[in-house]
């Protein structure tokens, strides 16, 4: 295979890599790392700074320095691109062959194509995923499964738009040197997409669009909106074609909503309500600070707790004032065989999806195509038409920095149930990250990194500030929780032995002293 001068792959070159491991994508992935590698690092260190001070009495706040860019009335978003004006529903999930066939097919109007949380960095399906969404804009791709059933895409104008999701700032990718140092997973995932199939989207009259997940700052999005400018030039295609939708779910992200839109301003398709990470960003940014930022069980941490509700109704606020997309959070529930599980679900999808269409969200997310139909029939019953509600500015409302901090404020108790719900789902789920999958059915709900996040983080938070379980009066100590461990391992199928892996992962990263910034780090060192 052709490399450029200083790029070393470490992983396996497996059959049909080199369409996608193309010298022209390679030398993209060279030229954003010396471009601006350092930078990204400088920015996850600023990251560590400011865990120091908020444990130290910091508090996070909207920036003063920043303040003339939020008081400016006059600047906007670009207008948006072709296939991202409607997006009453998108549907998120990996970039397997099934999943990538099922999701452009859903009936949403766009995709997530996930290389991250949904996703786990084996290099096969890294490259892997790649080449299928090459295949599915070629119309190359088809799978058939162990059932024997079919499945193929239908025609294009009835296809979902991609919308491709890259790593994190923070995860390397080790299969893939610049110089003897790994390169950055996100821009890796950026680039490859961008040189191949990006391209192709072009000319097929949509265009190169992600979603960009876990930044902490409006530094970070410019460091995103440079890597635009450079790949556009390396590329010779205009400024202003790539589109990226920021996820909004770190807390710190919160306070900083327009300045991140400015940013991106031309290459911004609007912000996004990630609500599981927002959660596990509070537990991490706060987690020294005791009770005032101690949250109760993760199911019982709705979207309209005081926090929650000032940080979605200051997002729609923010991304209609600039003229941008505001997209809500995730429908993880997965269709059961059992109807009265069914109708309870769906009732509180139902709920959750018309208090975001009524708040003014211009669309939202589900995991499983089963439940499109119900996002897209409770925003066209308040968009009727039209493909968004941009135009509902939402000028009534008004958000403070005590408001979006008011976490003490939310109700809800910690139990046992939700300890051991917790501890099942982070090992269950790790067990399959590490085996390969990143989006996992457990207990009716499509899990995936983020959902580990938190239930890991909570388990830290609870175990560290001496909680009492609500429905037991036990204190969460290391015994307890190992003694829930083997518990809800004996429950689970197969051999307990089988979980050791993933047992040795979750209590490194929920009953250390030092917490770990990404149960994902030590997750991917394990990984070959």
């Not at 397997?96 to 290099?123: C, F, V, Y």
């Not at 390397?172 to 040189?195: C, I, M, N, Q, T």
Request: charged share 25%; hydrophobic share 40%; glycine share 8%.
């Amino acid at each position: 295979m052709d490399t450029p001068d200083g790029l070393t792959i470490n992983g396996d070159i497996a059959p049909r890599a080199e369409e996608v491991l193309t010298p022209q994508a390679l030398g993209l992935v060279v030229a954003l790392h010396r471009a601006l590698d350092d930078r990204r690092l400088e920015l996850l260190e600023a990251r560590r700074r400011r865990v120091e001070d908020l444990a130290a009495g910091g508090t996070l706040d909207f920036l003063p320095e920043t303040r003339h860019i939020r008081e400016d009335p006059t600047w906007r978003v670009a207008e948006p691109a072709p296939g991202l004006a409607d997006r009453r529903c998108e549907i998120t999930g990996p970039t397997d062959r099934k999943m990538t066939i099922n999701a452009l097919n859903s009936g949403a109007k766009a995709w997530l194509a996930d290389h991250e949380d949904a996703n786990t960095p084996q290099w096969s399906a890294v490259v892997g995923g790649q080449l299928n969404l090459l295949d599915a804009i070629n119309r190359n791709i088809d799978f058939t499964g162990e059932n024997g059933k079919h499945y193929a895409l239908k025609p294009d104008d009835e296809l979902a738009t991609i919308i491709v999701r890259p790593r994190g700032w923070h995860l390397p990718e080790k299969h893939l040197l610049v110089d003897g140092r790994p390169a950055s997973g996100s821009l890796v995932d950026f680039a490859l997409y961008l040189a191949t199939a990006g391209l192709r989207q072009i000319e097929k009259g949509q265009g190169p669009y992600f979603y960009l997940p876990k930044m902490e700052s409006h530094l970070e999005a410019r460091l995103w909106n440079d890597a635009f400018v450079l790949a556009q030039d390396y590329l010779g295609i205009p400024r202003g074609t790539i589109r990226a939708t920021v996820l909004i779910e770190t807390y710190p992200a919160a306070f900083e909503m327009e300045e991140i839109l400015y940013e991106l301003r031309e290459h911004s398709a609007g912000l996004n309500a990630g609500r599981w990470d927002f959660m596990f960003s509070v537990i991490k940014s706060f987690r020294t600070r005791g009770t005032d930022f101690m949250l109760p069980d993760r199911n019982a941490v709705t979207m309209t707790v005081p926090f929650m509700r000032a940080y979605t109704e200051l997002l729609v606020k923010t991304c209609h004032t600039r003229g941008a997309h505001a997209i809500g959070g995730m429908a993880a529930f997965i269709p059961s065989r059992d109807e009265a599980v069914n109708e309870a679900a769906f009732a509180k999808v139902r709920d959750d999806k018309t208090r975001e269409a009524n708040d003014g969200f211009d669309g939202s997310w589900v995991a499983h195509p089963g439940m499109v139909g119900v996002c897209t029939e409770v925003f066209t019953s308040v968009l009727g038409d039209r493909p968004n509600q941009i135009d509902r500015t939402r000028e009534d409302v008004q958000v403070t920095a005590a408001q979006l901090l008011d976490v003490a404020a939310t109700p809800g108790d910690v139990t046992e149930a939700g300890l051991r719900n917790n501890i099942s789902v982070g090992i269950q789920y790790l067990k399959a990250w590490l085996g390969g999958l990143g989006a996992v059915a457990i207990f009716n709900l499509m899990e995936d990194a983020a959902t580990a996040e938190i239930s890991r983080s909570q388990v830290w938070q609870w175990l560290h500030n001496d909680v009492t379980l609500a429905d037991t009066g036990h204190q969460v100590t290391r015994d307890l929780i190992d003694r829930i461990v083997e518990e809800e391992i004996a429950k689970l199928p197969g051999d307990p032995a089988d979980y050791a892996e993933a047992r040795q992962t979750f209590l490194e990263v929920a009953v250390a002293d030092d917490y770990a910034d990404f149960l994902t780090l030590p997750a991917y060192a394990r990984m070959p």
